[in-house]
């Protein structure tokens, strides 16, 4: 079993910058994709971001450019770098792992973006 908790969330301005963090403990993520999902209110889930094993990437349109993933192994730790913060940006961010990338979920962390 693996256990996924996020941690980084807070309340920014528009324009500034917050790094998430996913810690997994349970066994190792190395083989894993790892994603990054978010949810706002009222509205669906929606993928924003994940990485392979293999290291490949694939963004959603709407971060490209602003939000950067990025793992480290040792630490069994999953990260997201998000830059120039939008209030749309503003939702719950999950992370999740596994074989297709979404078998392991944590329990999210609160993004908020003023304005």
């Known amino acids: 079993q693996v256990q996924l908790v996020e941690s980084g969330g807070g309340l920014v301005q528009a324009g500034g910058s917050l790094r998430l963090s996913c810690a997994a403990s349970?066994?190792?993520?190395?083989?894993?994709?790892m994603t990054w999902f978010r949810q706002a209110p009222g509205k669906e889930r929606e993928f924003v971001v994940s990485?392979?094993?293999?290291?490949?990437?694939r963004y959603a349109n709407s971060v490209k450019g602003r939000f950067t993933i990025s793992r480290d192994n040792a630490k069994n730790t999953l990260y997201l770098q998000m830059n120039s913060l939008e209030p749309d940006d503003t939702a719950v961010y999950y992370c999740a792992a596994g074989p297709t990338g979404s078998d392991y979920w944590g329990q999210g962390t609160q993004v908020t973006v003023s304005s």
């Open positions: 990485i392979s094993w293999t290291g490949y990437i």
């Open positions: 349970g066994r190792t993520l190395r083989s894993y994709t």
